[in-house]
């Protein structure tokens, strides 16, 4: 089975489609209309759609029997990571979760629910904006790190090298077992080894080269000075409320689905919502881990001025070397500062605040940007509390040359 690189996109975004809750015909129709080819020679069905979404191939499992299992009432036989996937593991068990919601009519249950109901909307618009917030964040800044799009090292193409040596003995395992055939995986044989070919010319091109195509730090540096402008200006809201309210109801529908896989919301005496659960998708929060891996993710907590409290912005999970790329990058906008506050390995000695607090201008009239907390060995996640610390970063303007 070879899949060219225009049918893998058309698979792949057929299933990003399904997952923002548009029905077989519904997608069908798109297909159609704009004259994408389909993969047979007729025109695109819902029947085709459902095929493709419920097609173990595309995440690279082979399913042996599938048919005459059908029609016996046995489960197929499943060999798993036999083929490359075309999409992750991840998307493809969002998209069965879906298409179980759908078949109880939880599409349009859903409708009512975010966009008729004023209070309902009220109730999740922070979450809302968050997710506006990142999405708009990943398109203008984040997608190279998400998208994998160049690679800075060869640990990666290692990874990769193995699978597809791991896959091509699976293969070969197979065919002597007698569980397929030669003919079916012998094209899939060939790519794999055409493939490794290329990935060990960029390996050896990394190695040579040494080349740094892009830093993730670069790019959070420049999103931040822009959100700070917007921020400073009282203009930061405002514009992801406007990007939320331009959006027609079918577009938040299919927003939210994108994100959020399910929420339950209870209703109270007075007829007000509380939000009491919340599921985020699989793929969604891959995301978020792998920006954690790359010292990108930022959280909000707590600031305490006087007696009220602020929240502020904190990245977690960045390394000492991170920390010195994202203020090199930002000493281009700003003369840039880093002190520590405090380490969390230190012993405990008495009461403990709950709250920093933080001087918004210091002494030297550097003003507060944001706080960072550094891990100085293992990233992995979750982190024990140990060896970390707990710093800030102070700019102040530059002086303008004469």
């Known amino acids: 089975m070879i899949i060219d690189e225009t049918t893998k996109d058309i698979i792949i975004r057929i299933f990003n489609m399904y997952l923002e809750g548009k029905s077989y015909q519904t997608i069908a129709n798109i297909l159609n209309m704009e004259q994408i080819p389909t993969l047979t020679k007729s025109k695109w069905k819902d029947a085709t759609i459902e095929k493709i979404i419920n097609n173990k191939i595309y995440m690279g499992d082979y399913e042996r029997y599938k048919r005459i299992g059908k029609q016996t009432g046995q489960e197929p036989v499943v060999y798993m990571n036999v083929v490359e996937p075309i999409i992750t593991r991840a998307m493809f068990e969002d998209v ?47 997608y190279p790190v998400l998208a994998d799009k160049k690679e800075t090292n060869t640990k990666k193409l290692d990874k990769e090298i193995s699978l597809l040596e791991n896959k091509k003995n699976r293969i070969k395992e197979a065919y002597l077992q007698g569980i397929v055939e030669v003919g079916d995986f012998s094209n899939d044989y060939k790519v794999i080894e055409e493939k490794l070919n290329i990935l060990e010319q960029k390996r050896l091109e990394i190695i040579d080269e040494n080349k740094q195509t892009f830093s993730p730090q670069a790019l959070m540096a420049d999103r931040d000075v822009a959100k700070e402008k917007l921020i400073r200006s009282n203009q930061f809201k405002s514009m992801l409320m406007a990007e939320w309210e331009r959006k027609t109801k079918e577009e938040k529908q299919e927003f939210i689905s994108k994100f959020i896989e399910s929420i339950t919301l209870v209703k109270d005496k007075k007829g007000y919502f509380d939000l009491v659960n919340l599921k985020f998708r699989s793929s969604y929060l891959e995301q978020i881990f792998k920006l954690m891996e790359n010292g990108m993710f930022d959280v909000e907590i707590p600031f305490e001025k006087g007696k009220e409290i602020y929240p502020i912005t904190s990245t977690v999970m ?12 930002l000493s281009n ?36 940007f944001k706080l960072v907390e550094l891990v100085c060995d293992d990233k992995r996640f979750p982190t024990q509390k140990t060896n970390r610390i707990v710093g800030e970063i102070r700019v102040k303007e530059k002086e303008k040359v004469s």
């Open 318 to 329: 960045m390394d000492t070397k991170e920390l010195k790329e994202y203020m090199d990058k």
């Open 96 to 142: 069965q979760a879906q298409k179980k919601k759908n078949q109880r009519a939880f599409c349009r249950d859903r409708v009512y629910l975010f966009m008729q109901k004023d209070k309902v909307e009220e109730t999740i618009m922070p979450i809302i904006m968050d997710l506006i917030e990142y999405d708009m964040t990943v398109k203008n800044y984040f």
């Open 333 to 368: 906008y700003y003369e840039v500062s880093y002190y520590e506050l405090k380490r969390l390995d230190e012993p405990k000695k008495g009461y403990q605040k709950k709250y920093f607090t933080i001087d918004l201008v210091n002494d030297n009239g550097e003003k507060f």
